[in-house]
């Protein structure tokens, strides 16, 4: 059981770039969360999922994209990165009925 | 407008001795609350949580105490030891007592260092 994983572990771009920020859970959970911790600030929702196929907006979703197509995997994609959107990248996931979420180890993006 | 908040960024102690972290709450509809614990280059791991009709939860050297009239909550660490220094954030839900929520909202955390 891996729990919760993300690739890559740390990434540089350079502005304008586009990629996806991986992220997958193998606990069947049905929840799936992206957030980003800036220097601070906390982690801020970016954007979640409450099943395949439901996605919603969170905090700060601007400049980020993403779908839900299967129970697994929840990518996070950047059409057009941006200096802003340097950070540190965590997915998490969590069990319908209980509010505690898993956090995977984090992406850290450089956006150059 | 911050709804969860972690007023000390920083917090010594002295290895025993008791650590005491604080976080205050705005939205009178968060009827969740939970610690995270991170370590650098790591994810944040769930600590403790705590519902809003309890006002102590406990886990081994940790306690959690909520005090809903002044929307103030405590994570007590007793006795402190040098493998729990990290960063400490807490966090709320809304709605967890009619079905759950999706969101929680983070505070900025607060860096707990347990000097030996």
């Known amino acids: 059981n891996a729990g919760v994983t993300q690739t890559p572990k740390f990434q540089v771009l350079k502005t304008g770039q586009s990629m996806t920020l991986q992220c997958a859970q193998d606990?069947?959970?049905?929840?799936m969360s992206w957030y980003r911790q800036d220097p601070g600030m906390g982690l801020r929702l970016i954007h979640y999922s409450v099943g395949a196929g439901i996605t919603d907006q969170g905090e700060v979703p601007n400049g980020y994209n993403v779908s839900r197509s299967t129970t697994e995997d929840f990518p996070l994609r950047l059409l057009s990165a941006a200096p802003s959107q340097t950070s540190v990248y965590f997915c998490a996931s969590r069990i319908s009925g209980q509010e505690t979420q898993y956090f995977g180890p984090g992406t850290r993006l450089l956006v150059l | 407008d911050q709804q969860v908040k972690q007023n000390s960024p920083s917090l010594s102690v002295q290895e025993g001795r008791i650590s005491i972290l604080n976080c205050d709450y705005t939205n009178s509809m968060f009827d969740y609350f939970l610690w995270y614990k991170k370590y650098p280059a790591e994810g944040p791991t769930f600590l403790i949580s705590?519902?809003?009709?309890?006002d102590k939860n406990e886990d081994g050297r940790f306690t959690v105490f909520l005090n809903k009239s002044a929307k103030h909550l405590s994570l007590h660490i007793v006795p402190s030891q040098p493998g729990d220094s990290a960063v400490y954030f807490c966090?709320?839900?809304?709605?967890?007592?009619?079905?759950?929520?999706?969101?929680?909202?983070f505070g900025k955390g607060t860096k707990l260092t347990v000097n030996p």
């Open positions: 966090a709320a839900s809304a709605m967890y007592l009619k079905g759950g929520s999706e969101k929680l909202v």
């Open positions: 705590i519902s809003s009709i309890k």
């Open positions: 606990m069947n959970h049905e929840y």
